[in-house]
């Protein structure tokens, strides 16, 4: 205890200086900008249908997003360029990295960016990636003292929170500036469907075409910025092999479809009009009310604005706020159907984020909205979420569907802590088939795995599930003990929803 204490004291001392490291030597550098010379590229060519739209295709279940990225690592030749809020030290983590320097013993040029939230512990495993001739690794936004563990950084930043309390959230996997993969999945067994506890039910697309050099535009944003921090300069050690077995995950063919076609050139994807909508490092500097040339929350208020005759909303965080309400309540008022989709209390991994949707669930009915929690476990019609087996599920999915003609995807959740603290990254796509399949993923998650939410005579909040005639329904948020309500109401005072 006395020599935690010391530690602590230490730390203090240190914090004083806690802010971004200067005089970085660090050297500027651009997405690959002759995608046609390789094989991917000449593979995009040969399939693209106009020069502006954009080939898209959903990853909705997780073994097929793990196998479709480490076939962009498989297939790439001159450049991966790899942009995560969370890359884990775990099984899928250690086998898309290792197909990552296999393909930079190739001569394959890899930029890996990683946000430094939840990196504690794993500078020596960075390190050693970045050791290698062809990669480089780049920490965003870092904590400069104390990094060996998640309380120590804190400690030891306590002075600098406001900058610290800035999260790069993107998700973005770029191969030859020709194929990416983008939307709501970090890197870890629990985003595949390989945890054997709990997986998230999550939503990330393939792109080529018109929309990918956007993406590496914003990737090369972010890389090139005074937050983006070599892991050599703040970390040092032996950089020693990682002698973790590498295992292979079990795939079905259907997972392996973008190897498949890759492998016979023959790329299989819807061609659409798509936009990027992705916010610029200079968010992190504004510790108050971002300037609407550099967040992307007024762009997917519009959108929602836009709506005529339905808007779904999938999020697995939804705290609207008072203007999010007020604006639901226009639609409402206007005609709209509105659906939403978020966890429930006892399916969240943030159950203090439920405070803040709270707060909103009996105006939210009183309005008239489809209101759907996700539940802990998911029912026997989920085939393409699958392998779930007895693990729980999580919703981490992101998306909104404006009158089954327009489709956003990405990492931005809707609340204030996306709009207005993180940056985001996500795409709008225009394609009545692509919306038919995201409206797809709703029904089935509302038919078998969620519960409906609707007001008791007193006006009250039920919870119901089941079918017509077997239902059950609750009177206090399903599956939770009355501790963990009784937490959360106690911390409710302390959770603004600024801050969630």
């Known amino acids: 205890m006395r020599k935690r204490c010391l530690w602590a004291a230490a730390i203090l001392v240190l914090s004083g200086c806690a802010g971004l490291p200067r005089h970085v030597e660090k050297t500027h550098s651009i997405a690959f900008q002759s995608p046609d010379t390789t094989t991917l590229g000449r593979i995009v060519a040969d399939e693209q249908v106009g020069n502006n739209l954009s080939g898209i295709r959903l ?13 962009l690592a498989d297939h790439a030749e001159r450049t991966l360029d790899i942009q995560y809020y969370i890359i884990r030290e775990d099984e899928s983590t250690r086998t898309l ?17 990683v946000d430094d939230l939840n990196t504690a512990g794993e500078d020596r495993r960075f390190l050693h990636l970045s050791s290698h001739a062809h990669v480089e690794v780049r920490v965003f936004n870092p904590f400069t003292a104390g990094r060996f563990a998640t309380w120590t ?31 709501g999945r970090n890197i870890g067994d629990a985003y595949f469907a390989l945890d054997p506890r709990s997986n998230f039910v999550d939503l990330d697309v393939v792109a080529a075409g018109a929309i990918v050099p956007e993406l590496s535009a914003s990737f090369d944003a972010f890389w090139n910025s005074k937050y983006a921090i070599p892991i050599g300069s703040l970390a040092s050690g032996m950089n020693s092999d990682d002698a973790s077995p590498i295992i ?12 498949q076609e890759l492998d016979t050139h023959r790329l299989q994807l819807t061609w659409v009009p798509a936009t990027v909508l992705a916010d610029q490092p200079a968010k992190i500097t504004d510790e108050n009310s971002p300037e609407n040339e550099v967040t992307i929350a007024n762009d997917i208020r519009a959108l929602m604005q836009a709506a005529k005759q339905e808007l779904i909303i999938i999020s697995p965080y939804f705290v609207p706020g008072k203007q999010g309400l007020a604006s639901i309540g226009e639609l409402v008022a206007r005609g709209v159907r509105v659906r939403i989709l978020t966890n429930s209390l006892a399916s969240t991994d943030s159950p203090l984020v439920d405070i803040g949707y709270g707060r909103y669930r009996v105006a939210l009915l009183e309005l008239g909205v489809d209101l759907r929690e996700m539940r802990p476990k998911l029912g ?15 919703l981490h999915a992101k998306a909104l569907v404006i009158d089954q003609k327009i489709v956003f995807i990405g990492s931005l959740n ?52 089941g079918d017509a005639g077997s239902q059950k329904i609750w009177h206090t948020d399903p599956e939770t003990s009355r501790t963990e309500r009784l937490w959360l109401k106690l911390l409710s005072p302390l959770a603004p929803d600024d801050l969630l």
């Open 97 to 113: 990295l290792h197909h990552v320097r296999l393909a930079a013993d190739r001569g394959v040029r890899v930029r890996l960016l």
């Open 59 to 71: 990853l909705s279940s997780g073994d097929e997003a793990l196998a479709s990225l480490i076939a």
């Open 414 to 465: 809707m609340d204030e802590r996306s709009a207005r603290i993180n940056s985001e990254l996500g795409l709008v796509i225009s394609n009545t088939d692509i919306a038919r399949q995201v409206t797809g993923l709703l029904d089935d998650l509302s038919a078998d795995g969620s519960y409906k939410l609707q007001l008791d005579s007193h006006g009250h909040v039920e919870w119901v599930s």
């Open 153 to 183: 950084r804190f400690i030891a930043s306590a002075r600098d929170i406001h900058r610290i309390n800035h999260r790069m959230h993107n998700k973005l996997f770029v191969a030859d500036n020709a194929l990416a993969i983008t939307g």
């Open 380 to 394: 026997q019609k989920h085939a393409r979420f699958h392998p779930f087996r007895s693990s729980n599920a999580s």
């Open 248 to 259: 292979e995950p079990a795939t079905s063919a259907n997972a392996n479809w973008l190897q």
